[in-house]
T-cell receptor, first 115, second 112 residues
Framework: GNSVTQMEGPVTLSEEAFLTINCTYTATGYPSLFWYVQYPGEGLQLLLKATKADDKGSNKGFEATYRKETTSFHLEKGSVQVSDSAVYFCALRGDYGGSQGNLIFGKGTKLSVKP | DSGVTQTPKHLITATGQRVTLRCSPR?????VYWYQQSLDQGLQFLIQYYNGEERAKGNILERFSAQQFPDLHSELNLSSLELGDSALYFC???????????FGPGTRLTVL
């Protein structure tokens, strides 16, 4: 079945450091891929998405490229800020006939950014 | 603010009890999804409704049930509660069957 594996946290970085959070997936067909962010005490917010191979999703300085050959969708940011401290979830949505659109999530990676 | 509302925000109850969680989707959204977030299982899909009809089921226990009403709000009913049911329950909504999902703030359930 479909699944998502993302790097275990927590990840602690200094402000302005480079961030990479790895995400790989297993899926039937050609899923859509997402990164969601969860700030303390809040629900999930969509950070970025990519719907086909080689697409690059980007938002607020974060980027991720849909790599079909390596079944990966790694999240990157060139210079993190304290305000980026949150839990990040990689997710996929099966976009084939039998799928009704529910999301399958990785276990989440907690990021802490120190000033 | 995503436009999805969930009530109550917190719920504390005892084992064996029954609770109802409520979700109001964004205006115009026809699809509602329920997810459970727990420390050991992570974020798991429970069930999806579209325009009042059940469309997909995930890892939902038989003790749990849900429905979507004509005004499109949805309720998740959890019965014979166990300690392990303590979790954050999220509702999400989307315009169409496989559309972008917008999440509510969640209901934190604590079973004592």
């Amino acid at each position: 079945g479909n699944s998502v594996t993302q790097m275990e946290g927590p990840v602690t970085l200094s402000e302005e450091a480079f961030l990479t959070i790895n995400c790989t997936y297993t899926a039937t067909g050609y899923p859509s891929l997402f990164w969601y962010v969860q700030y303390p005490g809040e629900g999930l917010q969509l950070l970025l998405k990519a719907t086909k191979a080689d697409d690059k999703g980007s938002n607020k300085g974060f980027e991720a490229t849909y790599r079909k050959e390596t079944t990966s969708f790694h999240l990157e940011k060139g210079s993190v800020q304290v305000s980026d401290s949150a839990v990040y979830f990689c997710a996929l949505r099966g976009d084939y006939g039998g799928s009704q659109g529910n999301l399958i999530f990785g276990k989440g990676t907690k990021l802490s950014v120190k000033p | 603010d995503s436009g999805v509302t969930q009530t109550p925000k917190h719920l504390i109850t005892a084992t064996g009890q029954r609770v109802t969680l409520r979700c109001s989707p964004r205006s115009g959204d026809l699809s509602v999804y329920w997810y459970q977030q727990s420390l050991d299982q992570g974020l798991q899909f429970l069930i999806q409704y579209y325009n009042g009809e059940e469309r997909a089921k995930g890892n939902i226990l038989e003790r749990f049930s849900a429905q979507q009403f004509p005004d499109l709000h949805s309720e998740l009913n959890l019965s014979s509660l166990e300690l392990g049911d303590s979790a954050l329950y999220f509702c999400a909504s989307s315009v169409e069957l496989r559309g972008e999902q917008f999440f509510g703030p969640g209901t934190r359930l604590t079973v004592l």
